[in-house]
């Protein structure tokens, strides 16, 4: 059972990085010369197209339908549970009610927001911190979009309120009394949330005011620590699948738009800059430098039996990360050493499936890893 499953889970991910060759079709099939457009173009059309497509305008309520869909962990195979943002746990609840671990999964149904075992609907771009504050509950908006409401454990939810996000490492937790970092696992899915709040609601809800770093030199309302988060934490099958759902006007709770920074990490890099994040369409975004970057690359032997992996690659590599399949990062190397010439080495492996994404000037690549 073990090894079907893991086939299976190769499979899927195979799967989804070939549909992720290029723009999701049709939704983008209206933009064309992608590479043509400057940053603030780009920015500038991303903005209409997210804006023109948003055609159902969720009630606070059907976000509660909407989520009990879209935020499904998609490891549970009984479609019983859902994923809930900050959490690192997956302790049954009503066993440890006091854990504050326990709020990695919960029922789908245990929604209300009254109990330490419930879970309920975070405003992950927090109301107090947009201008005007977001509603909650009245005109379908901001406050209603459900792009950037998660589920979350209760306790949790409280527990950041509205502090501004904050780099940090690990689990989720308080940085200072005024800053929360969403964890390890969630940092990715954070950034391009407020990429997409930004683009949707422009000075409603800049990132400068949501989160604490350094503006960049383009553009004063976007900080630099969204984009590194956005470039360090790859798109999970979770936020594709959140992705999906809304943008399909054929389902019931849709809203008809989809978050373009999910469909392409690197559409944040091409407008704001900063490090460079995954860019699933290299057909569209394709330079000489990222094709011989991914050409260059060979990652050996894979799969590995000695716990160790060797790359190989004719440029000269910035950072290499490697990540589990829940997504989190279990190495981190900047400015790796080479062992010999043009050859990295990674150590300390336990046996699974990573993802190993490799950066350097000029793009970035991902490769697969099986660690027997």
């Excluded at 771009?125 to 947009?130: N, P």
């Amino acid at each position: 059972m073990k090894n079907k499953f893991t086939l299976l889970l190769l499979l899927s991910i195979a799967l989804n990085y070939a549909q992720n060759g290029a723009p999701a079709s049709p939704y983008y099939d209206d933009i064309s010369n992608w590479n043509s457009l400057s940053a603030s173009a780009l920015k500038s059309t991303l903005e209409t197209k997210i804006a023109n497509t948003h055609t159902n305008y969720l009630t606070y309520s059907e976000v509660w339908d909407a989520t009990q869909v879209t935020d499904l962990d998609p490891n549970d195979i009984t479609n019983s549970n859902v994923l809930l943002l900050y959490g690192f746990s997956s302790n049954t609840c009503p066993s440890s009610p006091t854990d504050d671990n326990d709020h990695r999964t919960r029922n789908k149904f245990s929604n209300g927001g009254g109990t330490s075992c419930e879970w309920n609907r975070e405003h992950v771009y927090a109301k107090a911190l947009a201008s005007p504050p977001l509603d909650q509950g009245g005109s379908s908006d901001a406050g209603e979009d459900a792009h950037h409401l998660r589920a979350s454990d209760v306790d949790r939810n409280n527990d950041r309120s509205s502090e501004k996000f904050a780099a940090g490492s690990g689990n989720s937790g308080d940085i200072t009394s005024t800053t929360w970092y969403p964890g390890d696992e969630w940092k990715g899915d954070v950034a391009r949330m407020m990429m997409y709040m930004y683009l949707r609601y422009g000075s409603q809800c800049l990132p400068i005011n949501v989160g604490v770093g350094n503006p960049v030199a383009s553009d004063a309302n976007m900080i630099d620590l969204f984009l590194q988060w956005n470039a360090d934490d790859p798109v999970s099958q979770y936020e594709d699948n959140r992705n999906t759902y809304h943008g399909n006007t054929s389902n019931t709770y849709a809203q008809g738009n989809r978050n373009p920074f999910i469909d392409n990490p690197y559409l944040a890099t091409v407008i704001w800059g900063g490090p460079v994040a995954e860019n699933r369409w290299p057909t569209v975004f394709l330079s000489a430098e990222n094709f011989d970057l991914l050409a260059s690359v060979n990652v050996y032997p894979n799969p590995t039996i000695n716990n160790t992996v060797y790359i190989s690659s004719s440029t000269s590599l910035k950072d290499i990360i490697i990540y589990n399949i829940n997504g989190q990062i279990v190495q981190e190397i900047k400015n790796p050493n080479t062992i010999s010439n043009e050859t990295y080495q990674v150590t300390n492996l336990n046996s699974g499936f990573y993802m190993v994404k490799l950066s350097s000037d000029y793009g970035a690549t991902t490769k697969k890893i099986v660690v027997n």
